[in-house]
């Protein structure tokens, strides 16, 4: 494929991407606000909400690299859009019979969970196929920016069409972002990774993906920090709303501001990812935005009344400017370092240990919220991230400025043989 026509398909797959992350960014609104203002949900229906969101990486998210593996990478994403339509849609019109519970938004946000979970991986194993290695970092980076500046501009524009059309209808807006999506991508050349003549059982195969992130010394830390990270965004998300409508009393214009702000830090944090990894280091940097994370984790729900929004705003900004550091600098790391013919399963066991965790943080967290409050449990789970700093500081990663600082012909094998433990 020509660098011209590489660009092309290339634009192609982010416009794509981002019009489904604002339609996403904009239901990530309404949703919640259905649930709470149109049925009332109590606080531990919020955590199961935002559990069923993310609890399919736990069910398929090891086999996941597989399934993609097998599957043409574009059909596999088209699919998925098409899914999450479907299901996104069937919301209003529920709403519209007068049948609509929370049960109902909870099987819809599994079943989202799953389309996810397929698209994601095929998504993350397709990049490399169409942009060339060297401009990974770039394109990654990019990638996270337009997701910074969907969170900063989606939430806004979803909090204000709550405003005007109600919350359920709005949800039609994110439905319609996944039908676009999918068209746009089913312009796209058909890509897979490569196959075997014979594919080794299932279960192999999972067990090799998992062998090769454990026992890596840069992915196995890097995934565990993350993971760490995961688990109190799963609480945020399903904490964050409730905290300001009920403890904060912010109406839903302003709640859609507040949960958009996280963009600034996110779109920061793209912008400057490359910046601060080539002055001080890859390695150095993922141990700087650990530690970035838990400053801002532990300003979110501090203060009252006014200077409780703006310690709300500032601790999101700080939170996401870590968490984007890590993230693109992670990623972009694994799809150079990682063997073409792992990188699928490679993906699926990162993100079904890290990815693993937001369910778990949400349901931790609507069960905690009930006796301790909003605020209390979001202070539990910042001082709970500071695990994530401290497993990158215990680890090979802190005697490294840059994460290839090692032996790659090493890295690229398994630590331990096929037939081991």
């Known amino acids: 494929m020509h660098v011209d026509e590489r660009a092309a398909v290339f634009w192609r797959w982010w416009t794509a991407g981002t019009t489904s992350m604002v339609g996403s960014a904009v239901g990530a609104v309404a949703l919640p606000l259905t649930a709470l203002t149109v049925l009332d949900a109590s606080a531990f229906q919020m955590g199961l909400i935002a559990a069923a969101s993310y609890v399919a990486w736990i069910v398929i998210g090891l086999p996941a690299g597989v399934i993609v593996q097998r599957l043409p990478l574009r059909g596999a994403q088209v699919g998925a859009d098409l899914a999450r339509a479907v299901a996104v849609a069937s919301i209003p019109l529920t709403w519209w019979w007068g049948h609509l519970t929370v049960t109902h938004l909870v099987v819809t946000a599994l079943v989202v969970s799953f389309a996810n979970v397929l698209f994601d991986v095929a998504n993350s194993t397709f990049l490399p196929s169409i942009v060339e290695r060297e401009r990974l970092q770039s394109r990654n980076s990019l990638t996270s920016a337009t997701h910074a500046a969907t969170l900063l501009s989606g939430p806004s524009l979803g909090g204000l069409a709550v405003q005007a059309l109600g919350a359920v209808p709005t949800l039609l807006v994110d439905s319609a972002s996944y039908l676009v999506s999918a068209a746009l991508l089913r312009t796209l050349p058909a890509s897979r990774v490569p196959t075997p003549d014979r594919w080794p059982p299932v279960g192999e195969l999972i067990r090799q993906g998992w062998r090769y992130v454990a026992h890596h ?205």
């Open 217 to 421: 010394r840069v992915m196995g830390p890097s995934m565990w920090a993350a993971t760490a990270m995961n688990l109190v965004c799963g609480a945020q998300f399903a904490l964050h709303p409730l905290y300001l409508v009920r403890d904060l009393h912010a109406p839903a214009g302003l709640v859609g501001v507040l949960l958009a702000v996280e963009g600034v830090g996110a779109l920061a944090g793209a912008a400057f990812t490359t910046r601060i990894t080539n002055r001080i280091g890859t390695a150095r940097a993922l141990v700087a935005a650990g530690f970035t994370t838990v400053a801002g984790a532990f300003l979110i729900p501090w203060g009252t009344g006014w200077s409780a929004y703006a310690a709300f705003a500032a601790g999101s900004i700080v939170f996401s400017l870590g968490t984007v550091v890590l993230s693109v600098t992670t990623r972009t790391y694994r799809q150079i370092a990682s063997p073409p013919d792992l990188l699928s399963r490679v993906m699926a066991t990162v993100r079904f240990v890290s990815w693993g965790a937001i369910p778990v943080g949400g349901l931790v967290a609507g069960a905690l919220a009930g006796p301790l409050g909003a605020r209390a449990t979001l202070f539990v789970f910042a001082a709970t991230l500071v695990c994530a700093p401290l497993v990158l500081l215990l680890s090979p990663v802190r005697h490294l400025r840059d994460l290839t600082d090692h032996d790659q012909e090493n890295e690229r094998r398994p630590a331990v043989p096929a037939g081991g433990r």
